[in-house]
Every structure is written in structure tokens, then in C-alpha cells.
């Protein structure tokens, strides 16, 4: 089974300027979450789909971030404008849904903000 | 107050060492506990979950629950090198799609 597909691994951009992420995940998995972490922290949710309508954003900074699910499968999370403090690890995650216990995590994009 | 409390760490430990790893939380309503592993510049990985009050074991771990003084424990026996890695306990009130509250990470080196 293929795990969660995200891109790219790494990105460096200046304040102000705005940057997206990609998730592919589990073939099948109906649920998808974007985390966000932070150097020295736990992950954070920020916002969970369900298919390809949102069941949580209530982490989600709404002025600058911005996540999609077309076709409930692909996934793209956006920040415009970066701050510094938006230097962190993005991760997406997928499950298949009820009665499954833990996600299955990507490797993440570390974004640095400079 | 943090609903997950997590000491950061380091923890260094010689290889064979019994290592204790924990977590307190304030939210009386979680129900499902869960230990990731996080290697370096990796995605955290699940280990093992437990539900409610209980021991749970598999292969050298060993998990704990103690749902009256919030309190939850992960052990790892006859440590290795390749444990070396950030472990994070989470939190979930539900199985499914519920989501997971995080603690901030242990990080643990194993010394050959």
C-alpha cells in the first residue's frame, strides 16, 4: 500500500510571499487532515476533510491560510502571505474512517520563512 | 493549562536501558491513547494505542493507562540505538475520524 504522497519536501520563501503544499493520500482514505508542526512542538490540526467538504477548520488562520479537497482525493494547502512564524513542518495525514484508530502521516514539507 | 503535557526532553539512555516515557492530560473525555514515533525529518508513525485504562504490550513496549490520575505511560525495554527518535503521545475522544491532540515530543537517544 502507498503511503501519503506530499511535495515539495522542502521549501525556503521570503515573508509576504505565498507558498502551497500537496498531499496525495491513502487510496480509499475518506478523511483528510493537514497538521501543522512547529520545531519542538506536537502537530496542531489546522483543518480536517471529510471527502471533499471541511469538517474542522476552527485551527485554521482563515486571513492567510487557505486548504482545498477536489474530487475528495487530492489535497492543497496555501498560505498568502507567509509570516516567520509560519516556519514549521506540514504534515497531511489520512484515515480510512470509522472504527480506525491512527492516521497514517506523510514525511511532511518543512517550510522556512525567511 | 495544555490538554496533553509532555516532557521534551532529551532523554539519553545506554543501549539495554528501560526507558519510561509520559504524558498527563486534562480532558477527562479522551477515550483512545496513542504513542507515534517520529524519526528525524520523518512523519510521526503509530506504535500502538490503548483504550481507556490498561496495560497494552507488543514486542519490547509496553503501554499504560491511568485514566484516574490522567496519566499515561509508554515503555520500551532492552533499548536499541534505532529507538532513537521523538515519541509523541495523542489523544483522541473517539476512534475514527475524531481528532488527535498531540503532546510537544520526547526526544530519545539510545547510546551504543
Known amino acids: 500500500e502507498a503511503g501519503v504522497a506530499q511535495s515539495p519536501r522542502y521549501k525556503i520563501i521570503e515573508k509576504r510571499q505565498s507558498v502551497a503544499f500537496w498531499c496525495n493520500p491513502i487510496?480509499?482514505?475518506?478523511?483528510l487532515y493537514w497538521y501543522q508542526q512547529i520545531l519542538g512542538q506536537g502537530p496542531k490540526l489546522l483543518i480536517q476533510?471529510?471527502?471533499?467538504?471541511?469538517?474542522?477548520d476552527s485551527q485554521l488562520p482563515k486571513d492567510r491560510f487557505s486548504a482545498e479537497r477536489l474530487k475528495g482525493v487530492d489535497s492543497t494547502l496555501k498560505i498568502q502571505p507567509a509570516k516567520l512564524e509560519d516556519s514549521a513542518v506540514y504534515l497531511c495525514?489520512?484515515?480510512?474512517?470509522?472504527?480506525?484508530?491512527?492516521?497514517?502521516f506523510g514525511s511532511g514539507t518543512r517550510l522556512t520563512v525567511v | 493549562q495544555k490538554e496533553v503535557e509532555q516532557d521534551p526532553g532529551p532523554l539519553s539512555v545506554p543501549e539495554g536501558a528501560i526507558v519510561s516515557l509520559n504524558c498527563t492530560y486534562s480532558?477527562?473525555?479522551?477515550?483512545?491513547f496513542m504513542w507515534y514515533r517520529q524519526y528525524s525529518r520523518k512523519g510521526p508513525e503509530l506504535l500502538m494505542y490503548?483504550?481507556?485504562?490498561g496495560n497494552k504490550e507488543d514486542g519490547r513496549f509496553t503501554a499504560q493507562v491511568d485514566k484516574s490520575s490522567k496519566y499515561i505511560s509508554l515503555f520500551i525495554r532492552d533499548s536499541q540505538p534505532s529507538d532513537s527518535a521523538t515519541y509523541l503521545c495523542?489523544?483522541?475522544?473517539?476512534?475514527?475520524?475524531?481528532?488527535?491532540?498531540f503532546g510537544t515530543g520526547t526526544r530519545l537517544k539510545v547510546l551504543a
Open positions: 495525514a489520512s484515515t480510512q474512517g470509522a472504527g480506525v484508530v491512527g492516521y497514517t
Open positions: 487510496s480509499g482514505h475518506a478523511t
Open positions: 476533510f471529510q471527502n471533499n467538504g471541511v469538517v474542522d
Open positions: 480532558n477527562s473525555a479522551f477515550q483512545y
Open positions: 490503548t483504550y481507556s485504562s
Open positions: 495523542a489523544m483522541s475522544e473517539a476512534s475514527g475520524t475524531y481528532k488527535y491532540i
